[in-house]
T-cell receptor, first 112, second 113 residues
Framework: QKEVEQDPGPLSVPEGAIVSLNCTYS??????FMWYRQYSRKGPELLMY????GNKEDGRFTAQVDKSSKYISLFIRDSQPSDSATYLC????????????FGKGTKLSVIP | NAGVTQTPKFQVLKTGQSMTLQCAQD?????MYWYRQDPGMGLRLIYY???????DKGEVPNGYNVSRLNKREFSLRLESAAPSQTSVYFC????????????FGAGSRLTVL
């Protein structure tokens, strides 16, 4: 079993839809959870950052972490064509670890 | 601010040739990283430098060497390129460890024939 599993998609939704992106993981030591957004032929950029369990909201984006289920989610409300990108989850155990484990990414297309 | 700058953006090499990818950051970050991204494999850490003067292996270090030239610059060298090293390479930096969030460069696309 890979440490981080992420459905690669592709996922295609109409403009205005609510999008749910998910990752599961197996390493219970992970404490820091991130979502990166990567536009085509660009570098990833940090979108959301969460420590431990709980929810975090930033505009149209909500990140959820359920450590008991080893499951994280990113919700995008009122999706826009500009949200079309690949979304990568990433996790770290922290505590001096420099290894950030990425999911393979989910490609999202928002159709106008 | 430029953030993280990588050069070159594109490179084609023949098997056995050597080359160096350059990376510079202007955010006064302590830590720097080199990742490779391959279809179906995600981002994998090659080498990292926790702070100026230190370097450590990541998940896939074989065939690569790195140099942390100063706090700003972190280079990746392929001594004898192989087709398996065809990939997109990303340099990144962070204030401390990766749990302080990474800032990535735009990537360097390398093809080894």
């Amino acid at each position: 079993q890979k440490e981080v599993e992420q459905d690669p998609g592709p996922l295609s939704v109409p403009e205005g839809a609510i999008v749910s992106l998910n990752c599961t993981y197996s390493n219970s030591a992970f404490q820091y959870f991130m979502w990166y957004r990567q536009y085509s032929r660009k570098g990833p950029e940090l979108l959301m950052y969460t420590y431990s369990s709980g929810n975090k909201e930033d505009g149209r984006f909500t990140a959820q972490v359920d450590k008991s289920s080893k499951y994280i989610s990113l919700f995008i409300r009122d999706s826009q064509p500009s949200d079309s990108a690949t979304y990568l989850c990433a996790m770290s155990a922290g505590a001096g670890s420099y290894q950030l484990t990425f999911g393979k990414g989910t490609k999202l297309s928002v159709i106008p | 601010n430029a953030g993280v700058t990588q050069t070159p953006k594109f490179q084609v090499l023949k098997t056995g040739q050597s080359m160096t990818l350059q990376c510079a950051q202007d955010m006064n970050h302590n830590s720097m990283y080199w990742y490779r991204q391959d279809p179906g494999m995600g981002l994998r850490l090659i080498y990292y430098s926790a702070s100026e003067g230190t370097t450590d292996k990541g998940e896939v270090p074989n065939g690569y060497n790195v140099s942390r030239l100063n706090k700003r610059e972190f280079s990746l060298r392929l001594e004898s390129a192989a087709p398996s090293q065809t990939s997109v390479y990303f340099c990144a930096s962070s204030e401390a460890g990766p749990d302080t969030a990474l800032t990535f460069g735009a990537g360097s696309r390398l093809t080894v024939l």
